[in-house]
């Protein structure tokens, strides 16, 4: 593997920011886990999105990968019943997948995107499950253009509609959905990152992998022994025998069948816009490659900008931290801002988290300066983390947040878990993966435990400190986004008001569910 990128580590000369310095005067949060009823979907790696499904707030689980194999079904969780449901939409449900991304876009149903499938490699389609009045159901897509080429582990973000001038594309009006990065077979004289290795693969090698005979375009990396979760290791390793010996034979016979192709991270940006029929268009990015991030995968993102129709902090800007690049994992943090499609590296105060990927960006709250919610993850030493950080998008300030257990006890460390918000600043924690084996070249450890934890305090503690000018303008040294000057102290939270009204606080907090950001829960039928 190459040299770790040099990036912000937190080391001991890094200054806690002033929010860290107010989240200690508070009492800790507390990690709880729910008594549910009904049977939890089985341990996996997965994606969640939120909303309303029939007037109650519910988070989805889409699809993932387990000790066995992977999935594509559906479970949904009740938070006010603390109840999970298996629900079997009607239609033709999407392949099995994991490594894939899940937005849901208001007024059209849930997207998922991507991911990498067991029988046929990366994949680059697009599903639609539509969540209406009436039971689920998995729908065809109209989609037009170019969709980015078939990958796994990149990120999705859903941007609300802006009333900000320059919206690229010119579909201001529209929702769309943004993607970035992935893991997968970089086409002839793509941009990216190769050095031979998989995301999965922590050995190093130079070799290159063809490509696979499936209909996607793409190939799952061979090398990396499949991940097994045992408790009996004379089975295990009889499992993981006849699977390295089917996956040499597979490999064999595509090197005899198939061109060489070369695995890496990418560096691209596509957008799919929701206006009629979907609209799949790469973003240029318009600038040198020093101010740019690195191709990656396994990274985190979220919307970072405001509210439909309304500027933050920070603009119209989509947040992106940490993953796994072809120099080790970082822990870099990035803004690309929507309308004018170029990126900046904030200078941001206080101990930004460790090196990761596999972890979890959440947007929480629904203020318009948006606060990002960072989760566990593997480290640069290949161990799972169960850490709790926040981004807070007026100050940018980072704070880690002290937790207490809770009787249950705290989620252990881990990584690709299924995370969410609530509208009322409840952040949920589902699932996931932990155990990494270098030998295997993934987790040896699958999960099926769902953990809340309770944010708003802490999202309340930022808004105060923002109204009151704790908060430091906007710093971004020469990187200064063109037409997007920093706000004021007073107007920095409440959105060019001289003070918070009652309708800004509530909507920091998340009390408004309807006002709530594409990352909250709004209704899955708005």
């Known amino acids: 593997m190459g040299a770790e990128a040099s990036t912000v580590t937190g080391a001991e000369q890094v200054e806690d920011s002033e929010l860290q310095a107010r989240f200690a005067k508070l009492p800790p949060p507390s990690w709880e886990s729910p008594q549910v009823e009904a049977k939890a979907p089985s341990a996996r790696e997965c994606v969640a999105v939120c909303g309303s499904l029939a007037g109650r707030e519910s988070m989805l689980i889409l699809a993932g990968r387990?000790?066995?194999?992977?999935?594509?079904?559906?479970?949904?969780?009740?938070?006010?019943?603390?109840?999970?449901?298996?629900?079997?939409?009607?239609?033709?449900?999407?392949?099995?997948?994991?490594?894939?991304?899940?937005?849901?876009?208001?007024?059209?149903?849930?997207?998922?995107?991507?991911?990498?499938?067991?029988?046929?490699?990366?994949l680059s389609d697009t599903a639609l499950l539509l969540c209406g009045d009436g039971p689920l159901q998995w729908a065809t897509l109209r989609v037009e253009g170019q969709a980015p080429c078939a990958r796994d582990k990149h990120t999705a973000v859903l941007v609300p509609p802006t009333s900000i001038s320059g919206a690229v594309g010119g579909a201001a009006s529209a929702w769309r959905m943004i993607t970035f990065g992935g893991f997968g077979v970089l086409p002839e004289g793509e941009g990216g990152n190769s050095d031979g290795e998989d995301e999965e693969?922590?050995?190093?090698?130079?070799?290159?992998?063809?490509?696979?005979?499936?209909?996607?375009?793409?190939?799952?990396?061979?090398?990396?022994?499949?991940?097994?979760?045992?408790?009996?290791?004379?089975?295990?390793?009889?499992?993981?025998?006849?699977?390295?010996?089917?996956?040499?034979?597979?490999?064999?016979?595509?090197?005899?069948?198939?061109?060489?192709?070369?695995?890496?991270?990418?560096?691209?940006?596509?957008?799919?816009?929701?206006?009629?029929?979907?609209?799949?268009?790469?973003?240029?990015?318009?600038?040198?490659?020093?101010?740019?991030?690195?191709?990656?995968?396994?990274?985190?993102?979220?919307?970072?900008?405001?509210?439909?129709?309304?500027?933050?902090?920070q603009g119209a800007s989509i947040l992106v931290f940490g993953g796994r690049t072809s120099e080790g994992r970082v822990n870099d943090t990035w803004l690309l801002d929507v309308p004018s499609t170029r990126w900046r590296a904030p200078v941001c105060t206080g101990r930004a988290p460790c090196a990761r990927s596999f972890h979890s960006v959440t947007r929480v709250g629904a203020q318009c300066s948006g606060v990002a919610a960072i989760f566990g993850g593997l480290d640069a030493g290949s161990r799972h983390l169960a850490d709790l950080h926040l981004l807070d998008g007026a100050s940018l300030a980072w704070a880690c947040v002290p937790t207490v257990a809770g009787p249950s006890g705290p989620p252990t460390g881990r990584g690709s878990a299924a995370v969410a918000a609530l509208a009322d600043g409840t952040l949920l924690v589902f699932g996931g993966s932990s155990g990494w084996d270098a030998a295997q070249g993934g987790p040896t450890r699958f999960h099926a435990d769902l953990h809340t934890i309770q944010l708003a305090p802490l999202l309340a503690e930022a808004a105060l400190a923002d109204v009151q000018g704790q908060a430091a303008p906007q710093r971004d040294g020469s990187r200064a986004l063109p037409g997007h000057a920093a706000l004021g102290k007073e107007n920095a939270a409440v959105g060019g008001a001289t003070g918070p009204t009652a309708a800004a606080k509530k909507a920091r907090l998340g009390e408004d569910s309807r006002a709530s950001a594409p990352d909250g829960c709004t209704p899955f039928d708005a």
């Open 201 to 313: 693969d922590e050995r190093e090698s130079d070799e290159e992998e063809p490509a696979s005979l499936g209909p996607e375009a793409g190939a799952i990396a061979q090398d990396a022994e499949p991940s097994l979760a045992h408790t009996e290791p004379n089975l295990a390793d009889k499992l993981r025998a006849k699977a390295d010996v089917a996956a040499r034979t597979a490999l064999a016979q595509r090197k005899a069948r198939s061109p060489a192709l070369k695995l890496g991270w990418f560096d691209d940006v596509h957008q799919l816009i929701f206006d009629g029929p979907g609209r799949w268009a790469r973003l240029v990015c318009d600038q040198p490659k020093s101010e740019t991030p690195i191709g990656r995968a396994a990274h985190g993102a979220c919307w970072f900008g405001g509210t439909a129709g309304m500027a933050s902090a």
């Open 66 to 122: 387990g000790a066995d194999s992977a999935h594509n079904d559906v479970a949904v969780y009740e938070a006010s019943a603390c109840s999970w449901s298996a629900v079997v939409p009607s239609g033709t449900p999407p392949p099995a997948r994991s490594g894939h991304t899940a937005v849901h876009v208001p007024g059209v149903g849930v997207i998922l995107h991507g991911g990498a499938s067991e029988e046929t490699g990366f």
